[in-house]
């Protein structure tokens, strides 16, 4: 299994167990997965995130199981030689969360950083939220990622992929069913956030929009990542299909070989 | 033995169309899961012909007649708890006596009134005297209203249950949202007080912080309206628990506060 959406560091709003790369490989043996795209959670909300990319490289440089995902934020400088870097190190994706930075999340510098992904052939990782809503630090303010941003971004450049992660039945499906096919064909949702029986919200959208446009994602540690999977258990889903959710979609997309 | 002590069905009063599915649904996860029994209440009409927090009295006895029902087609894998509205408390205690008589296993208090309001007080009072716990839906810090329910958090759910010490009272859904960590720092000095551990909240670090602050020997397994949620928490504690403990979260608990003849087998 590759899990597409995980972190490495502590989270500024609670205390997380089990934020090291010892503590997300323990994770990773405990449920199987073999392969984490990670982030560095603490840079996520520092004025400037792309402090946390070097670290995160080098971390995943020692940790074959890691592939890191750097954090580009379009309202610096910096973005695009970030953007290179990232490039050059061959993630299988970057990531922006514009809500956290004080970004307009369809802005122009976002609709600038997703072309400048699409024409470098790496996808954008985009997270609709890190915590539940209700539950949240009461200074933790930043507004979940709309899906009118999402469908906007995808709009805005015929290159773009985008991986949209945390995102519940009514994101996903209020952006896929705004999109013509070719548009929605270049998003990819995790299910870390779509629920399971009796709701039964993941077996509607894998019917209604199908294997392909879906990934495995945990969000751990914030989140168990027993929970994406024990979904998948709760399905019957014949094996081929469970593979492409496992690791084909996501090998895809990060162009490896599936 | 599993048991799911926080579960919910539909009637055929119910806004849902797909009502039976969901039922059917809950059932065969549960199977897969390895329920033994999901102990389920039906909260009146689910909004259809009065609030779901909110249920007007022949909505709740339209909905206790139905999971008595759902019971009877399901002996083996469903238990029933009565749900109330104590703003009509003698409707409430009426249904509470009924439904004990019926095999009813414990008393479901949602949003209808505040957990430390005296109305709730004949409500506990019958439940202790029939032996029935009471789970009560919680905001986990309700840190102001919140449209569509009057709803409590467990500083008042605590206040209710050192009125009523021999009353065994289930906070709703650790995981259903809100400050996890703020009811755990409530409950913790409060031993009539059990946990449950179901909504889909599955935070890294809230099932130690249950276990460090409550015990576990105060949690109850659990789901709500989220098998899969439920499920990833119980794999969890697989690993974190020695089987003793394990087995205290997964029924033995359960069995210590629901009336003796509840679950067969325990």
Redesign the interface.
Known sequence: MIDVNAFLGGYPWRRVPGTSAAGLLAAMDRTGIIEAWVSHLPAIFWRDPTEGNEWLYDTATREVRFRPVPCIQPGLANWERELTTAVDRRVPAVRVDPTVHGLDPAGQSMRRLAAACGEAGVPLMMAVRFEDGRQRHPNDRAPELPAAAVRALVRSSPRVRMLVTHADRGVVEEVHWSLTPEESSRIWWDICWIWGPPEDHLELLLDTIGVARFVLGTGMPLRLPETPIARLDLLDLPPAERAILEHGNAESLSGKPV | MLVDVHAHFYSDRSPRADAAQ??A??L??GE??GISYHVASILGSWGLRSPTYFPSPDDLTHANAALRALIKQHPDRIRGYVAVNPNFTAHALAQIRAGSAAGMVGVKLAASRRANDPLLDPVASLAGELGLPVLHHI??NR?HEWPGQEASDAVELCELAARHPRVNFILAHIGG?????HSLHVVRPVPNVYVDLSG??????M??LCLSQVGADRLLWGAD?????G???L??LE?ILPAPDLEQVRWRNAARIFPPTAFQGD
Do not use: M, P
């Open positions: 969901r039922n649904s809950r065969k996860a897969r899961i905001w986990q840190r949202g809100g400050d996890w960590l889909s909240g599955v935070d890294g670090g099932l130690e309206i989220t098998l899969c949620t499920w990833a928490k794999r969890y690993h």
